[in-house]
């Protein structure tokens, strides 16, 4: 199948609630290009670098979101565009998030990556943390940031008992921190799922997926 066909392949199966995030990590401008005429706007790349020339080189019109690690000394070459950042695990970064969103003169939108997967190499704060960085007055100071969800990665594994189980273990953090009330917090998306687990991390609640090889096809 092509781009576009596999695009509209999998939006066609997608509940309304469900926003697809199309990750073109290591692909070339002309395959985003293909998915973009398919009527894609929501592309996700790990690598800030990779992101900035492509933001340069594309249409004005999409949406990027860093689904990667991020190093504190490079959030400033993504602050002035950045849609999403979805993967925020410690304070210190969201207060370097925070400074390079005021330079720009922006609130830039962040998801609180959680630790779910069993495997140690997984970034991601610990569930119980969540809750403690939220209500901390340090929090409560940074007026250019704003939480709107949670983000999980599923350890890699042939077990979709394990996965399901992962994948509820963020749907029960997401609720958990949901009373939480702060001008800053308002959580909304569950990022969770990737082509291999994308249909029942939305069985388990997710609302944002991250599919990049179903779309794309493999990357070398
Ligand atoms: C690469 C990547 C994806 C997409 O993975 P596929 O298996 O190609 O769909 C999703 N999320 C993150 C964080 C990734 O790095």
């Not at 993967?87 to 400074?99: A, Y």
């Amino acid at each position: 199948m092509s781009i576009k066909e596999s695009l509209i392949q999998i939006k066609s199966e997608l509940p309304s609630h469900v926003t697809l995030v199309a990750v073109s990590k290591t692909k070339p401008i002309s395959d985003l290009m293909e998915a973009y005429h398919a009527g894609q706007r929501i592309f996700g790349e790990n690598k800030i670098q990779e992101m900035v020339e492509k933001h340069e080189q594309m249409p004005k019109d999409i949406e990027w979101h860093m689904i990667g690690h991020v190093q504190r000394n490079k959030v400033k070459y993504m602050a002035p565009f950045v849609s999403l950042i979805h993967g925020v695990d410690n304070f210190k970064l969201l207060e370097v998030i925070n400074k390079e969103a005021l330079k720009n003169n922006r609130v830039i939108d962040c998801l609180l990556q959680i630790k779910i997967a069993s495997e140690d190499s997984k970034f991601g704060m610990e569930p119980d943390e969540a809750p403690k960085m939220i209500q901390s007055k340090a929090f409560s100071e940074l007026k250019n940031i704003k939480i709107v969800g949670v983000m999980g990665m599923a350890t890699f594994t042939d077990d979709l008992n394990q996965i399901k189980n992962e994948f509820t273990l963020l749907k029960t953090t997401f609720d958990s921190l949901k009373p939480i009330e702060s001008f800053n917090f308002k959580p909304e998306i569950i990022s969770m799922g990737m082509s291999g687990d994308y249909k029942l991390a939305i069985d388990c609640g997710s609302t944002m997926i991250r599919v990049g090889s179903s779309i794309f096809g493999i990357r070398s």
